[in-house]
Structure formats: C-alpha cells, structure tokens
C-alpha cells in the first residue's frame, strides 16, 4: 500500500500522467481540497485544470514519505517535497480514501518549510 500512494503521489507531479484529464478526475474524489503552500484553497476543479495545464514534469523530491491507516478505507500521507527548480521545501499531507475499488485522494496540504 505504501510504495503505491507514493507513486500516487508521484503521479501528481508528472506531465505524462497530468497531461490526461481522465486521469485526474479519476484520482482526485469529487470533494477534493487543497490548501496551497500560498495560503490559497483550491478546489478540484482548479487544481485539475492547473495540472492538465503542465508543460512539463515537476521536478519535486519526495522525503520521509510515511502513510498512516486511519481506517481501512481511510490513509493518511505525510512527506517533505523538495521542488529543486525553485529550491524550496514543503511540508505535505494528504488524506486518501477507498472509494468505488479505487484510492482517491480527498485533500491535500501544502505548507513551506525551511530546511537546514
């Protein structure tokens, strides 16, 4: 489970997967939300035409990437992001949810962070 949510995650920075709309609306649930690293909340909507609006993979590093089981239709996904063209870090968590033989993800959260 956990080497999949991370490609999941992975997924999301990637100009091949992004580039498909399907894709995306079969990833992210109905009600997805996002809080930007900007302060922004974003909804499914913008975040779907945002990523199928790429021009190119996101170079982002994934670091300590845990997941935690809150149910067993419910996961938790805590990571640091390094986004190396912009040499900054993030503090992400997602929530993902077994939805119709499918793991979807509901929220998303960005906040910056400064490594030493």
Sequence with gaps: MNEMILQYEKD???FEFCSNR????????KGFVEYGSSGAVYDRESIINALVSLSKDRVIEIIDFVLS?????VLLA???SYHKDEERYALRT????????EWKIYFHQGTPCYMT
């Design 12 to 14: 999301l920075f990637c």
């Design 22 to 29: 399907e894709n995306l609306e079969n990833r992210l649930a």
């Design 69 to 73: 089981e809150l149910t067993k239709e």
């Design 78 to 80: 805590h990571y640091i």
């Design 94 to 101: 997602s929530i993902w949810k077994f939805e119709n033989s």
